[in-house]
């Protein structure tokens, strides 16, 4: 499907890839992780042909069609169900055309061909991967301008599922789901007919949905068999290897050094001694696979503990406008030490609760009490976009440090892993790792109480990850994080929180339970509408059956009814013609009304002959 035969590509004379080789089959899922800045966007680009290499090729199988998720997201006035349904231009191209079309080949062409891709279903299958991805029935008919920049990345990712492409190109979809979503996507690319390549740093994502794992690393790519668990193995056991064939190597070097310093003097062992030489200098080092140092992640905890509870709710109603409460019923306090991860599904108010506890929020009903010497630090995607794009790295720090010295303010930077290079980089040049760090830097400044993160995870790579949870498991103030990144909140939190049904209850389970649990919810919606489908068909058949049986039951009644009328008017003249005055008084007149009854009689049997084939036509059609 995909072929990548010795790429080499460089930014401003800074190599990024060198003879660089990775073949995609047809079918396969492949995950592709790395450091973050080593060029796997880049790579994307490369693929979609908006840069071109310096060396080496990128092909993709004749005819198969590319799909990606643009950075510039709709936003226009179509409904969220247009908004997917025209991204299968194939199927907006014949249905236009179908409405012009004049030939009547042509026009047969065309609904052959709808009918092959699906067009007829196509608003139900659209509809349903909106549904997964977390749009109910009401938000799908909303045009694309009603939602944020986050919603609408979501939409962009719909409209690329629906259209099928051959190869589908994810650059770390799971960044805008919450665990729902990502429970949907992960059975959804694992059961997509086509090829799929994921840069993804979600551990659990691609333990469940990827079938193989790309590495880029030394600006190489390696493939490797299996989920992320199975690849981590691979790489050990490959350092394990690397590293005793380098001490082996090292032992041969140091042996025969020793021969030639003991020996280069003595004739008689000269020519030994210049052979080592030669064997030495033909000892190339052996490639170890250790990467670099991973840039700290450093959370100063607080001077001093605060008593308990530092926040607490007492039957606290939350919304935003008066008599629509989001969330009510609220109990729920934080000590200093506790470690809280918030589940739930997109808009049922994880983000609201997090503004009530930071205070960005006043209760509707109830009270909230927080420790009057609590401080605070809040990380979340909207608090990255907001930092200043044009001021460096060490410029957002001097705003906090104004009398500091530069040593003191670039020594704040690299504990954070932002060095002298990244520290004068513009913000807006900073890659989204990048920008967390910074943002890490600039909440936790002061030494928060409380560190409030939503979704702290998303634009960090899988060493990064690893970092962050080690820095908040060595921070000695409370946490309180929204996350679908299962292996952080395993790793970090003791207590789970759920927003569900308008209120945040405790949830005694474990994350593979609650997984499960939306699981269940999934497969029960399913099943609900399966059935509802199937009550909808039977009641479209029973229609469909009625109409087919109307005109049938109608013609038996109105021959019944002509049946009728023709044995009374036998009857009158029976009447008439009973005393039989009237062949005595009047012979003429009585024979006209004999011949009136005989007529009759011929038209009552042929109305019962149609009568009965009438009966045998309805009684068929009812009992196929």
């Given at each position: ?9 460089r930014?401003e ?24 800045g ?9 693929i979609k ?13 004749k ?7 643009d950075?510039?997201v ?5 409904s969220?169900?247009?908004t ?5 231009k194939?199927?907006?191209d ?8 004049k030939?009547?080949d ?5 609904h052959t061909?709808?009918?092959d891709?699906e067009a ?6 659209a509809?349903?991967i ?18 944020s920049?986050?919603?609408?990345m ?11 492409p051959?190869l589908?190109?994810?650059d ?6 919450d665990?729902?979503g990502?429970?949907?996507?992960e059975a ?5 007919p ?8 979600d551990?659990?994502?691609l333990?469940r949905?990827?079938t193989?794992?790309a ?8 493939a490797?068999s ?6 981590q ?14 001490d ?9 050094e ?9 004739a ?5 001694a ?10 190339k ?9 991973i840039?700290p992640i450093?959370l100063?905890?607080?001077?001093r ?9 007492d039957?606290?109603t939350?919304c935003?406008d008066?008599?629509?409460p989001?969330?009510?019923g ?10 809280i991860?918030?589940?739930?599904k997109?808009?049922?108010g ?14 509707q009903?109830?009270f ?13 995607q ?17 705003d ?5 010295t ?8 690299a504990?954070?892993g ?11 040049n900073l890659?989204?790792g990048e ?6 830097s600039?909440?936790?400044f002061?030494a ?6 939503d ?7 899988m060493?990064?990850r690893?970092e962050?949870?080690?820095a908040?498991?060595?921070y ?9 990144d ?8 003791d ?9 945040v209850?405790?949830f ?21 509408k399966?059935t ?10 029973s ?7 109307a ?31 009237i062949?005595?008084?009047d012979p003429?007149?009585a024979q ?8 009759l009689e ?10 009965l084939?009438?009966?045998e ?8």
């Open positions: 499907m995909l072929h990548i035969n010795d790429l080499t590509y930014i004379g800074r190599p990024l890839f060198e003879q660089a080789t990775l073949a995609i089959s047809q079918g396969m899922k492949m995950g592709f992780v790395g450091r973050n080593t060029g796997k966007s880049t790579l994307f680009r490369l042909d908006e840069i071109s290499p310096d060396d080496g090729s990128i092909s993709l199988r005819g198969a069609r590319l799909g990606v998720v950075q510039e709709p936003s226009g006035p179509q969220l169900l247009e997917v349904l025209a991204a299968d194939e199927r907006s014949l249905l236009d055309e179908a409405d012009k079309a030939d009547p042509r026009i047969a062409a065309i061909r709808l009918s891709i007829y279903s196509a608003e139900s299958r509809a349903t909106l549904s997964g991805l977390g749009f109910s029935a009401e938000d799908q008919q909303r045009p694309c301008s009603d939602f920049g986050g919603w609408r979501r939409v962009a990712l719909a409209a690329m599922l629906f259209a099928k051959d589908l190109l994810l770390e979809p799971t960044n805008y789901l665990v729902e990502a429970v949907w996507l959804h690319i694992k059961t997509y086509g090829t799929a390549f994921i840069i993804s740093h551990r659990d994502f333990n949905a990827v193989h794992i590495h880029l690393r030394s600006r190489k790519l390696f490797y299996g989920g992320y668990d199975s690849f193995k691979q790489m050990r056991e490959q350092q394990r290897l690397s590293m005793a064939l380098r082996k190597q090292e032992d041969e070097r140091r042996k025969l020793a021969f030639v310093t003991r020996f280069k003097a003595k008689s062992k000269a020519k030994q210049q052979s080592r030489v030669k064997r030495l200098e033909k000892l080092p052996i490639a170890t696979i250790i990467d670099d140092p840039p450093d100063p905890s607080p001077e503990s605060l008593s308990p509870p530092i926040v607490r709710f039957d606290v939350l935003y008066e008599g629509v989001i969330l009510k609220l109990n729920q306090r934080i000590d200093p030490d506790d470690r991860g918030l589940l739930g997109n808009g049922e994880k983000s609201t609760f997090a503004k009530a506890v930071m205070g960005l929020l006043a209760p009903d109830g909230i009490k927080r420790h009057k010497k609590m401080t605070i630090g809040y990380f979340a909207h608090e990255i976009d907001a930092l200043n794009n044009a001021k460096s790295a060490y410029e957002h720090v001097v906090l440090m104004p009398d500091a530069e040593a003191q303010r670039r020594a704040r930077l504990r954070f932002l060095g002298v290079a990244k520290a004068e980089t513009k913000a807006g890659s989204g920008k967390a760090r910074l943002l890490f600039l909440i936790s002061h928060p109480h409380l560190l409030v993160l979704e702290p995870a998303n634009h960090l790579d060493d990064s690893a962050l949870i080690n908040l498991n060595t000695e103030g409370a946490v309180l994080v929204i996350s679908h299962r292996n952080l909140l395993e790793s970090v939190v207590r789970l929180w759920l927003v569900d049904k308008g209120t209850t405790n005694e389970g474990s994350l593979e339970d609650y997984r499960q649990l939306q699981i269940e919810k999934s497969k029960s919606s399913k099943d609900a399966k509802d489908s199937v009550k909808v068909a039977a009641r479209k058949a229609a469909k059956t009625r109409e087919t049986l005109p049938l039951k109608k013609r038996c009644l109105d021959i019944e009814n002509e049946l009728e009328i023709a044995r009374g008017k036998i009857a009158k003249i029976d009447l008439k013609l009973g005393d039989g005055t062949f005595t008084s003429r007149k006209i009304i004999l011949d009136m009854r005989r007529e011929e038209t009552l049997v042929k109305l019962e002959e149609e009568w084939t009438a009966l036509n309805y009684e068929a059609a009812s009992n196929p």
